[in-house]
């Protein structure tokens, strides 16, 4: 009886303190991790072993310690299949094909600008510029060749999308989109003052009418009763005008 009371206080214990399932990976789980090598972009028993238990959590940790990670890139054969929190701004999503398709490979910008990956169980969209925390299990190095053709190791870890914590960052929101008000705001004062400058225009433009049109209409008075009813006769007398205007 008193051996499993035991039993379940402990385990109690365990699960209140890595929090609704989190757990760290057993030792059959670790026997397996034996066939991992480093530095090789490779999937295999040992991989395949850590998705198996991570598809199992839920909830959240209560604290988990987070990786060093030049310790981790020196002798990652000490860390691996234990248990970390990690966190950092998503730069890339890419989803795997057969025998693992389900699960996304991600790489993660952490606060100090370094760059680690990680595995996700679970079909996730939207992550792409976010910034996540989660709990993880450390997998292995890879090595990759970069831009500059030289090769950086990179620790990896897994995780299941039901522990993933997403927070909003800057990086989410594009520069040109934080202009878009002030460049809205511009255009309008230019649209006013276009407006106001175009009907301006407008007016002084049916002023100018008005006026050579009264014009006209003088003219035509002034001339109306003097000039002869005949046309050529007419014509005569707008000539002789023109010569005494002269």
């Known amino acids: 009886m008193r051996l499993g009371t035991l039993i379940l ?3 109690v214990f365990v699960v209140g303190a890595f929090g609704g399932g989190v757990l760290p990976l057993d030792e059959m789980g ?4 034996s066939s991992v090598v480093d530095g090789l972009d490779s999937r295999g028993e040992g991989f395949a072993a850590i998705v198996e238990h991570v598809q199992d959590w839920e909830g959240e940790p209560q604290a988990l310690p ?7 890139l020196n002798q990652p054969a000490n860390f691996r299949g234990e248990l970390f929190e990690v966190s950092g701004t998503v730069e890339s999503v ?3 094909h057969d025998p693992w398709r389900g699960i996304s490979e991600l790489f993660v910008r952490d606060a100090s600008g370094d760059v680690f990956g990680m ?11 976010q910034r996540i925390q989660t709990p993880a299990i450390f997998y292995k190095t890879i090595s990759i060749e970069g831009g500059d053709h030289q090769n950086r190791l990179y620790p990896m870890f897994v995780t299941s999308k039901l522990v993933i914590q997403t927070t909003m960052t800057n990086a989410e929101i594009p520069t040109s989109l934080l202009a878009l008000p002030l460049i809205c705001f511009v255009a ?4 006013y003052f276009f407006r106001m400058s175009k009907s301006k225009k407008r007016q002084q433009r049916r002023a100018h009418i008005q006026i050579q049109t009264q014009d006209v209409l003088n003219a035509v008075q002034e001339t109306s009763g003097e000039l002869p009813e005949d046309a050529s006769s007419a014509l005569a007398k707008m000539y002789e005008q023109t010569e005494d205007d002269e």
């Open 188 to 191: 309008l004062i230019y649209f």
């Open 30 to 33: 670790r026997t397996r991790l």
């Open 66 to 72: 987070k990786p060093d990670r030049t310790m981790v």
């Open 94 to 96: 890419t989803p795997l």
């Open 9 to 11: 206080l402990l385990c």
């Open 119 to 129: 595995y996700v169980v679970g079909s996730i969209e939207g992550l792409t510029r």
